[in-house]
């Protein structure tokens, strides 16, 4: 790899032995030092991502979906102080209860098993969860959210800031939330 060159400068004095400076070739160094960091630069693959798909529909075409069926239909507002409130079917018939971010992957597992028994275990009839972030949420906790959709493997779930309706932000104020 590395040679060892010697200067043929020096003259030897009479009874003296020559000494010479010794000096150091890296040339072969330097060259495989590039080629082994070429190597491993092409030869290993960058992380992926582990972003979740998110897709929110445009605002015109919502005037056109139907009414999501109030048996399977789980709704989660997030609120200030990393506290949510979830309930299930629809505002006017709803039981509405304030639980804390961390808990919240219980609710949505007692809610699918609530869903999958009044449905009789029917794998069409899965929950749909409806996700209204609030203005004053963290952003922490909508993420948080998100993970816990795609570790409780809900098929369908949308998210809707735009929808917040008066009995919901009404419950959300009188719980400090």
Not at 107 to 119: D, F, G, Q
Not at 141 to 152: C, G, L, Q
């Amino acid at each position: 790899m590395a040679t060892l060159n010697e200067s043929q400068s020096g003259k030897a004095a009479k009874g003296r032995t020559k000494k010479t400076t010794p000096r150091v070739d890296l040339t072969a160094m330097v060259d495989l030092m590039f080629l082994l960091t070429a190597f491993f630069m092409l030869t290993t693959s960058l992380g992926t991502l582990n972003a979740a798909d998110i897709a929110k529909p445009i605002k015109d075409d919502i005037a056109h979906v139907e009414p999501y069926p109030e048996s399977r239909t789980m709704t989660i507002l997030l609120g200030k102080n990393n506290k949510t409130v979830c309930y299930m079917g629809t505002i006017e018939k709803a039981n509405m209860k304030v639980i804390p971010i961390v808990n919240i992957q219980k609710e949505i597992i007692a809610n699918e098993k609530l869903v999958a028994e009044t449905h009789q275990h029917n794998p069409s009839k899965y929950m749909i969860v409806i996700i209204k972030p609030a203005k004053t949420a963290k952003f922490q906790n909508f993420v948080d959210v998100i993970d816990e959709m795609k570790i409780a493997n809900i098929k369908s779930y949308a998210i809707d800031d735009d929808h917040i309706a008066e009995k919901e932000t009404v419950f959300m104020k009188m719980n400090g939330i």
